[in-house]
């Protein structure tokens, strides 16, 4: 035990006034009596009121003796140490992702409840040379509070951290910890998690890491996959996978429900084996738009974590894909003949609609029309008009990206261009910097770049394939094919996946365009910029969110499977450290003033009671025996 404020002890000095009232003689008023019987106790108290004599044991006086050692031992600010070294400042890492809302049994607490015992012990140990800090993470991370010592405000804080449920990671904590270290030196950090985190850090520690791993939770099962996949009979397979944590040996029964029925379209048993997954196949049909909802029930007493119980599925109307391509673009029309459920404009069956999935064109006029993937001929965009300059002359392609869906099964050897475009510092990055990904390298500067902005897509070939040999090779209808497959993901009529907690996917909707979103624990506002593009939305919790203006709906699922796996990494590897997790609560400095404060008031209502306020008083109910 040590004292925090020694110095008070002079205070032990205030004893002595206090016994020396009780020599001091009393003054009292002569009076004749008949007798001094009656009065013996008043001259017993008169002699041991005088001055330098042996006066009889007084309970009032070792009460008020021991107030008064009580209250100076206070001033002194005892404490018992902790176990490791005193600290002044200690930042605190607390994990809130999805997987530290496990419990271990049915109404047991959760993971982050337990991590927020443990830290409200942390702050109860605070002494005043101390201060704590305290960070939560999830898939991002939150500064909750400063470096300070009062209490309440830690508490407060520490209150307010609630599970995210979104997958962890913890290289956004360590760096807001780095950055909190270039403002005040601190030589440790306490992490506190389940141990569901990522088994490395991209990072270099200035610090010590103290890694306290919480208590394991519960068996645990939940959906960790949802997509879906167009057949060829205009309908949809649905794939759906069902995880299980290493001590579930249960499984439980999957059920398909559709928004607008409002009833049951399937319900699929599912056994799982420990640490493994369970796949399904479904199937609905595809000619209308649907809202499904995934449900898993388990047929266990407890499951640990609820969250991962549901997954949503929005699936649109299949359709043939709206192409538009001029007529003067004979060889990709010609391509595009052969590939099935497409809809070529212009045609003289049908009208152009306002809105195209793929714009195939070398002119600005075709090029105006609104698309959600085009394929620009021969054109430079403007941003790069300044740095790429084609010239016409012969040219070849050295390399091109192999693993681009754009290039599958693509061979561009031996194809000649008449357009080189020509760059003075050809380096990716600096593309990249702007925006634009090269797909195909010429030998001076790049022949096919891609540009993603948010639901569109624009490919940038700054060679006319007129002007080359690659319409007359194999390869060109098959670029041609996995350009349509391109449009067809963008558009939704391929492929379509259940959306994740995190950020939503932007929107495209009218310029300025206002809109309302409401969901679990949301009710924001936002506003389109001047290009119609709507921001994603960060969602934070399983559920379903509406966009009111708009008349949409999106729900969006936990699908991880490490958070369902409920997995406890036993070490974190940073770049040039390795922190080994540790179970064992972090023992802190225990001050006991409070103890001793506490012990003072209940010695002083003591006093107060037998000697003020109880009818008689103490000396006369002793007086009365």
């Not at 330098?52 to 018992?80: C, G, N, T």
């Not at 890491?209 to 205009?234: F, H, K, M």
């Not at 561009?412 to 760059?423: A, I, K, M, R």
């Amino acid at each position: 035990m040590s004292f925090f404020a020694p110095s008070a002890a002079w205070l032990f000095l205030l004893a002595l006034p206090l016994v020396a009232l009780y020599f001091l003689k009393l003054k009292r008023p002569r009076v004749t009596v008949s007798s001094l019987v009656l009065w013996r106790r008043v001259l017993d108290d008169q002699r041991v009121n005088s001055p330098f004599q042996r006066f009889k044991r007084s309970l009032l006086l070792l009460l008020q003796l021991l107030l008064l050692l009580l209250l100076i031992l206070a001033a002194m600010q005892p404490f018992f140490r902790g176990a490791g070294d005193r600290v002044t400042r200690l930042p605190v890492l607390i994990d809130c992702s999805a997987s530290m809302g496990a419990i271990e049994k049915r109404g047991g607490p959760t993971r982050l409840e337990l991590a927020e015992e443990r830290v409200s012990d942390m702050i109860a140990g605070l002494l005043p040379d101390q201060e704590m800090a305290i960070i939560s993470f999830s898939d991002t991370a939150r500064q909750r509070s400063g470096f300070t010592n009062n209490t309440q405000l830690l508490r407060d804080a520490l209150a307010d951290i609630q599970v995210e449920e979104v997958p962890s990671q913890i290289d956004h904590a360590f760096r807001m910890a780095q950055a909190l270290s270039r403002g005040a030196s601190f030589d440790e950090v306490v992490l506190l998690s389940d141990g569901n985190v990522p088994g490395r850090a991209s990072m270099d520690l200035p610090f010590q890491v103290n890694y306290q791993r919480l208590a394991a939770a519960g068996p645990n099962v939940g959906i960790t996959a949802c997509s879906a996949r167009r057949d060829r009979d205009e309908g949809w397979e649905i794939f759906v996978e069902v995880g299980a944590s290493a001590g579930a040996d249960y499984g439980g029964a999957l059920t398909m429900t559709s928004a607008a029925q409002g009833e049951p379209l399937a319900s699929e048993l599912v056994t799982t084996k420990p640490g493994e997954a369970a796949r399904l196949l479904l199937a609905v049909s595809g000619y209308e738009a649907q809202e499904l909802t995934f449900t898993l029930t388990p047929n266990a007493p407890v499951d640990a974590l609820e969250s991962d119980n549901v997954a949503y599925l929005r699936l649109p109307a299949l359709r043939s894909l709206q192409v538009y391509v001029p007529e003067t673009l004979s060889s990709f029309r010609h391509a595009l003949a052969s590939i099935d459920k497409l809809e070529v404009y212009p045609n003289q069956r049908n009208l152009s609609p306002d809105q195209f999935d793929l714009v195939i064109a070398d002119d600005d006029e075709s090029l105006a029309r609104p698309a959600g993937v085009q394929l620009r001929l021969g054109q430079v965009p403007a941003v790069l008009q300044e740095l790429v300059k084609v010239e016409q002359r012969s040219n070849q392609a050295i390399d091109w990206r192999r693993d681009a869906s754009l290039l599958q099964h693509v061979d561009f050897s031996n194809v000649v261009f008449l357009d080189q475009p020509v760059t003075a510092d050809f380096q990716p990055g600096v593309f990249l910097n702007l925006g634009f990904d090269v797909l195909l390298y010429g030998s001076k500067g790049p022949l096919l770049l891609e540009e993603r902005q948010d639901e569109r897509l624009t490919i940038h070939a700054l060679f006319h394939p007129d002007r080359s040999t690659f319409p007359f090779r194999v390869g060109f209808p098959v670029f041609v094919a996995n350009v349509v497959e391109t449009a067809r993901q963008m558009a939704g009529l391929s492929e379509a996946k259940a959306l994740a907690t995190g950020i939503l996917p932007s929107l495209l909707v009218p310029p300025e365009t206002n809109v309302s979103v409401t969901g679990p624990e949301m009710d924001l506002s936002i506003e389109s910029d001047d290009a119609g593009r709507l921001l994603g939305v960060n969602v934070r919790r399983v559920g379903m969110y509406d966009y009111e203006e708009l008349d949409l709906r999106r729900g969006a699922s936990l699908l991880s499977l490490a958070e369902t796996s409920l997995a406890q990494v036993e070490a974190v590897e940073f770049r040039e450290a390795r922190v080994q997790a540790d179970t064992k609560a972090v023992e802190t400095d225990r001050p006991l003033w409070q103890w001793l404060a506490g012990f003072a008031l209940l010695i002083l209502l003591i006093e107060w009671w037998f000697f003020q306020r109880r009818p008689g008083g103490w000396t006369r109910a002793r007086a009365s025996r």
